[in-house]
């Protein structure tokens, strides 16, 4: 949800550039319609070639600057044909970043989730439902006679709130990857090793015989439902199981109990 929710806050800013910027530059018809999308595909092909050392939030970050810098230049920068090319460059630019973000991300999810086509649904929608938005705006400020400063205002209050949602999501987008990755490893994992890998953390624990089992369960990333079907107890029972086994580690999440794992068979 929270990850749906950036993708519609931010592409209000695509919805403003299609009602708003583009307009402005319409007389440089040639122009527009053939370079407007250059930026987007060349930024597409850098990050393919990227190397892999370069951490993907300082990419992230700076494709939000670059949306905030080419709503600077649209207020400051005239009509001609240079400045269309500073202000489509960082523009389009970003979008090519996050764009491959969002499909990468919505096609790494797809793998991970029972129903696949409901994912990507809600992606679209979400991408269409922020294009939108920005567009229903950018249309009344250009009714009420507002574009411009008004327009270039709202873009950064967006890229504010952006920023300020990037940090949180970038750190449960990782724990959720890393825990699906841990979860199909462990399911594949003879059956030895996965009481292997419990006994250890049982033992570190203290955990008695049914949270031994719930723990188990938990990690091979069942939902509570599927646990209490397996274990024939109810859902309150799971879940009181659940809170059981955190409360001994000192943790309050799944993701904190696959770290707890791993750390343990790191040594």
Known sequence: LFFYIFIVILTINSGLMYHVINPAFEHL???????WAVPYVAAIFILRNLSRKIKSSYILYLAIAMIGLSFIAFIALDRSAASY?????????????YDLFF?????????????????????????VLGIVLGGLV???????????????LLA?????VTL????????RLSS??????????FTEMPQFKQNSQIDKISTFGNLSEREKQVASLLLQGKTYKTIAGELFISENTVKYY?????????????????DIVMEKETR
């Not at 018809?29 to 370079?35: H, R």
């Not at 090319?85 to 970043?97: A, D, E, Q, R, T």
């Not at 499909?103 to 991408?127: F, Q, R, T």
């Open 85 to 97: 090319f500073v202000i489509n460059i960082l523009m389009l630019g970003s979008y090519g970043v």
């Open 138 to 152: 950018g249309s009344n400020l250009i009714e009420n006679n507002l574009h411009g400063i008004n327009t270039s």
């Open 176 to 185: 959720m990857l890393k825990g699906h990755t841990y979860f199909t490893a």
């Open 242 to 258: 659940v809170k059981n086994i955190y409360s001994k580690f000192n943790i309050q999440s799944r993701a904190e109990l696959i």
């Open 103 to 127: 499909w990468s991300i919505l096609g790494v999810m797809l793998d991970y989730h029972e129903n696949p086509a409901k994912i990507l649904g809600i992606g679209l929608s979400a991408n």
């Open 164 to 171: 300020a949602l990037l940090p949180p999501l970038n750190k």
């Open 156 to 160: 950064f209050a967006v890229v504010c």
């Open 29 to 35: 018809e040639s122009l527009t319609s053939w370079y």
